[in-house]
């Protein structure tokens, strides 16, 4: 089975402290998310990878900035957390090839407490 | 843009009984939609995925439906159990060659005794 392995499950940091999200998977996946998932909003995209050392954009990334040096890690960065990225963040990993017939295979997230 | 609407957003049923869950979506060109269960503090689990040429698909008790012309989908549980508690997530992607779903925000379904 695919595991997608987020470091934390809970975390609590303090208002403009520099904050990193681990996300590692297992079964080496070209493709690697971060996502948060606020309630009523559902998952919204922040930053997705394609490769090693590779990088876009999503649809929120104001605030963010992640690192993949290695294929089975992503790295998910707040520069400066500010109270309103308190949120459940997601890690999801898949497979390049067949395009986008692939699943996204979900990490359990980190619930993350701006204070 | 591409979206995907769901309804409705919350549903409470009793155990045993059946419930249909919608996904309505712009997205084009459409390449597969996927419908993913995902329980509470735990990531999504794809539960199925379904082409433009499938029109129905069952993953036991789960059964989802796929009509490509009028852009809809459901998600049929039947017997409900309490283990199905939790959000179910419509998810569509495109064959426009990017690895970006798009995904609804969810239906959150509650079972009771």
């Known amino acids: 089975d695919v595991k997608v392995t987020q470091s934390s499950r809970y975390l609590v940091k303090r208002t403009g402290e520099k904050v990193f999200l681990e996300c590692v998977q297992d079964m080496d996946h070209e493709n690697m998310f971060w996502y948060r998932q606020d309630p009523g909003l559902g998952l919204r995209l922040i930053y997705f990878?394609?490769?090693?050392?590779?990088?876009e954009k999503g649809d929120i990334p104001e605030g963010y900035s992640v690192s993949r040096e290695k294929k089975e890690r992503f790295s998910l960065i707040l520069e400066s957390a500010s109270t309103n990225q308190t949120s459940m963040y997601l890690c999801a990993s898949s497979r390049s090839g067949e395009g986008s017939n692939q699943p996204q295979h979900f990490g359990d997230g980190t619930r993350l407490s701006i204070l | 843009k591409n979206q995907v609407e769901q309804s409705p957003q919350s549903l409470i049923i009793l155990e045993g009984k059946n419930c249909t869950l919608q996904?309505?979506?712009?997205?084009?060109?459409?390449?597969?939609l996927r419908w993913y269960k995902q329980d509470t503090g735990r990531g999504p689990v794809s539960l199925t995925i379904?082409?433009?040429?499938?029109n129905t698909k069952s993953n036991g008790r789960y059964t989802a439906t796929l009509d490509a012309d009028t852009k809809q989908s459901s998600l049929h549980i039947t017997a409900s159990q309490l283990s199905d508690s939790a959000s179910y997530i419509c998810?569509?992607?495109?064959?426009?060659?990017?690895?970006?779903?798009?995904f609804g925000r969810g239906t959150s379904l509650i079972v009771h005794p």
């Open positions: 379904m082409t433009f040429s499938e």
């Open positions: 998810v569509v992607s495109d064959s426009g060659g990017s690895y970006i779903p798009t």
């Open positions: 996904c309505n979506y712009t997205v084009s060109p459409f390449s597969n």
């Open positions: 990878s394609y490769d090693v050392k590779m990088k």
